[in-house]
């Protein structure tokens, strides 16, 4: 399993130098100079000259970039040129509060969204199903800040009992992160509800009921189980998705967080911050898309043999798993759940 | 993998998770905090590396200058207790005594001349350097008096020694921290440099050997919270005890809380619509003319700034000193007038043009007023939106039309004018591509002269010069609003927005 990982990790090293060309050409295509926004509108032409040359942005794109890459391998991002402090510091000082407050929307959205779900479809086209229904998809309609202005409002204006914005204590944490999670409520609960639903009918569920397995057993061994599979790939995609949604939630919540960062540095033309900054929400992406991967293998046990035979080299058990979906259709065929033996 | 270990690891992930929100968990104190909204975060603490407001007014409270301006704009002594011209070419400051440095170093003569060397040095790449250009010498008598020579007599010198890049800096503190200065700086001000938190905020606590005694507040914290709405919600449920930059959208329902008070003050800048005067039909007197007597500028004032402006005078707003006090607002909306202009002008069937304006709110919409405006005299304006840097370049070397600008200026007449219409500056800032002898000599004469009533009198002539010739269609000067709570006293705002907060109480 450990070497899986490793070689997992060792796959986002190229996607990381493919993510940065594409965005070094996407912010030095964008028109404007941060020369000019350092100096004002005071400035003459040589001294945005003389910066420019400073800053090293005279030199070609290719150059420019190759010297960022070059830097950034030995763990020098460079300077931010609104503040001048080195990149790696600014990203440092804000990252634990980014990784905070996305870990816990996601928990949040779980949490919530999973068994919303679960309810929605035991209860199906009851007036709970409706109303889980309709409920979803108003807090999928609700654009993110929106729902933070209107959170605030709440529980910080009309009931004052959190506060509206700011960072340091865990009453700081409930309001964004619930924000940021409202979406991914809304898609987990729908997605699980409809999961479910297409389980509770399959034969096998049939068959182990017929077994006389209790109503409970049923439900949490074999339908939950089997149902957790796409909703952990929905959840592992809108994980990506809410980061582009902290970003905008940070800046209301004036939340001291990367995406916040990042749009202050974006509005100046802060090319080294800008750089980094997406680096690391790619790399969060592809750290995500990872253990998303490795819980597949806890949850769905054909997926988890699949790694042990690559790791023992069995060539003859691999090209058994790798016909698993003829496998999979006669086990299904049969009544029978993978799971449950 | 059993269901028990899969739970066991959903417990201990939470657990972490729950761990990690508490570590950055603040102590609340019972110190007497004061707590300030910006709208962004400081970039730096060093004075001479800062271009923006939110970082001066956070360095405001740590440092001290020579020289500063009053509420009014008058020049009064900082760290210097008086200063003398033995010939116009020769200033001689003498300092106050016993004036303490953070780091408790006393202040002498010796960190002014290391101030204004190394922001005159081309290393520091100060944006500050051109308000020490004239000074070519720096000499300290003794310890407590230093004289300043300048290339040629200029008038203009203490008000530029009195803006936020001149912070006396200690020379000591700037060695030992090199690279690290802004996160460790050393000033003479009343408040010293506690934290900062990137991004979130700055801590400042009182100095207690401040010369004029320590401050009643123990405390300033100084918040970043950039959307409007959330600063309004954060100073209405008292999370915060001064918010700068109020929006003025909100102004009618906050202004009635009984809990706040409402500060404004005529702030510094003016907001102009900049001709091009090398692009037809602006090199026209007349057009020009006519389109500053369409423009209804009370009309914008009202539905873009809530009434909380006034008409631009001309060039200068009214906090600036050298502004002429016998001026009436620029071009009153007078449509009939414009159209006659127009047609002297030989374009009696109206004609196209374009604006170009930076994305801004307040700025697209004023030019979009401009805009109907002028379609009622038969002027048809294609607007363009430009992003701010390109905006300011481009205009730097010359735009294809009429241009929507903001100027701040130093606090004194020659920092509003000479940048923008004198010869030496085209190409970069100004940016109407226009300079004519007359001007450049009452500009050049405007610095030169140091005697007081001669230089009003010099810019008196200048204004009326640049009014009647219509570089701008002139449009706003605006104010500067904030918002404290009741229980806030002594708190005054600046034309220049730059704001101490040493007299400030916090009442129980």
Request: proline residues 5%; without cysteine.
């Amino acid at each position: 399993m450990s070497r899986y990982i490793i070689k997992r990790l060792l796959y986002l090293i190229p996607v990381l130098f493919g993510v940065s060309i594409i965005i070094f050409g996407i912010i030095h295509l964008a028109p404007g100079d941060p020369a000019q926004v350092m100096l004002g509108p005071r400035a003459s032409e040589q001294d945005i000259i003389q910066l420019r040359e400073e800053l090293g942005l005279n030199e070609s794109l290719p150059v420019q970039y190759f010297t960022y890459i070059k830097n950034a391998v030995q763990g020098d991002f460079g300077n931010s040129i609104q503040t001048g402090r080195p990149v790696f510091e600014e990203i440092k000082s804000r990252f634990p509060a980014t990784l905070k407050l996305s870990v816990l929307g996601m928990v949040l959205a779980i949490v919530i969204g999973f068994p919303l779900g679960v309810i929605a479809a035991l209860n199906q086209d009851t007036w709970i199903d409706k109303l889980s229904s309709f409920l979803a998809l108003v807090g999928f309609s609700i654009p993110n800040f929106w729902a933070g202005l209107m959170l605030m409002l709440l529980f910080a204006s009309i009931f004052p009992i959190l506060p509206s914005s700011g960072y340091g204590s865990w009453k700081n944490l409930v309001l964004p992160s619930l924000a940021l999670a409202i979406q991914t409520i809304a898609v987990i609960a729908r997605m699980t509800r409809s999961s479910m639903l297409e389980i509770i009918r399959k034969d096998y569920i049939k068959t182990a009921k017929a077994k006389g397995i209790s109503a409970k057993l049923v439900l949490v061994r074999h339908i939950i189980r089997n149902a957790l599979i796409p909703v952990v790939t929905i959840a592992g995609l809108y994980f990506g998705h809410s980061l582009g949604g902290v970003v905008v939630t940070e800046t209301v919540f004036s939340y001291p967080g990367i995406g916040r960062l990042l749009v202050s540095a974006i509005r100046s033309q802060d090319y080294p911050v800008v750089q980094t900054g997406v680096l690391v929400f790619a790399a969060g992406v592809g750290v995500v898309n990872l253990i998303v991967d490795i819980i597949y293998g806890y949850l769905d046990p054909r997926i988890k043999a699949q790694y042990r035979a690559i790791k023992e080299n069995d060539q003859e058990k691999l090209d058994m798993i790798g016909n698993e979906s003829s496998i999979d259709k006669k086990m299904k065929e049969e009544g029978e759940d993978v799971d449950a033996k | 993998m059993s269901r028990k270990k899969l739970v066991s690891m959903m417990l201990i992930s939470l657990f972490i998770i729950f761990a990690l929100t508490l570590t950055g968990q603040a102590q609340e104190g019972e110190k007497e905090t004061l707590t300030v909204a910006q709208v962004a975060d400081i970039t730096t603490l060093d004075p001479q590396k800062a271009n923006d407001i939110y970082s001066a007014n956070v360095m405001t409270q740590i440092y001290n200058k020579l020289v500063k301006m009053d509420k009014e704009m008058n020049i009064v002594g900082d760290l210097a207790k008086s200063w003398e011209n033995p010939d116009d070419n020769t200033w001689i400051f003498n300092l106050k005594e016993g004036i303490k440095f953070h780091n408790g170093q006393d202040f002498t003569a010796e960190d002014v001349k290391f101030t204004i060397e190394r922001l005159k040095d081309p290393s520091t790449a100060s944006p500050g350097k051109w308000l020490v250009e004239k000074i070519t010498e720096v000499e300290v008598v003794d310890d407590y008096t230093i004289k300043l020579i300048t290339n040629e007599p200029f008038a203009p010198l203490l008000s530029n020694l009195a803006r936020y890049e001149m912070f006396i800096l200690n020379k000591e503190a700037v060695e030992k921290y090199g690279e690290n200065y802004a996160d460790n700086p050393v000033g003479t001000g009343p408040f010293m440099f506690e934290e900062h938190i990137y991004g979130d905020k700055v801590i400042l606590s009182k100095f207690e050997d401040y010369y004029k005694g320590p401050s009643d507040i123990e405390e300033i914290v100084y918040r970043a919270i950039p959307e409007d709405a959330t600063r309004v919600i954060e100073i209405e449920s008292g999370g915060i005890d001064i918010m700068y930059n109020m929006p003025v959208q909100e102004l009618d329902r906050l202004g009635d809380a009984k809990n706040l008070n409402v500060i404004e003050t005529l702030g510094q800048s003016t907001l102009y619509m900049g001709f091009n005067f090398k692009v037809e039909p602006f090199d026209n007197k007349k057009v020009r003319q006519a389109l500053n007597y369409a423009v209804d500028k009370k009309g914008i004032i009202d539905a873009v700034f809530y009434g909380k402006a006034n008409p631009s005078y001309g060039p200068l707003s009214p906090s600036i000193w050298g502004f002429d006090k016998t001026l009436e607002p620029a071009y009153p909306y007078n449509p009939e007038k414009a159209k006659k202009l127009l047609e002297e002008a030989g374009y009696p069937d109206g004609l196209e043009i374009t604006a170009f304006t930076d994305p801004r709110t307040t700025r697209k919409n004023v030019t979009e007023l401009v805009q109907a405006y002028l379609s009622q005299i038969g002027v048809k304006v294609d607007i363009q939106t430009m992003e701010w840097s390109r905006f300011l370049s481009e205009t730097a070397s010359g735009i294809n039309g009429m241009f929507i600008l903001g100027w701040t200026g130093t606090g004194d007449a020659d920092g509003g004018l000479y940048p923008r219409f004198h010869s030496s500056n085209m190409n970069s800032s100004n940016r109407h591509n226009w300079a004519t002898d007359e001007l450049d000599t009452l500009l050049e004469k405007g610095r030169t002269t140091v005697n007081t009533k001669e230089r009003k009198e010099i810019y008196k002539e200048a204004q009326r010069y640049i009014i009647e010739e219509a570089s701008d269609i002139f449009i706003a000067v605006t104010e500067n609003i904030a918002v404290a709570t009741n229980n806030i006293k002594g708190f005054e705002l600046y034309p220049s927005n730059i704001n101490p907060l040493y007299n400030v109480k916090i009442e129980k």
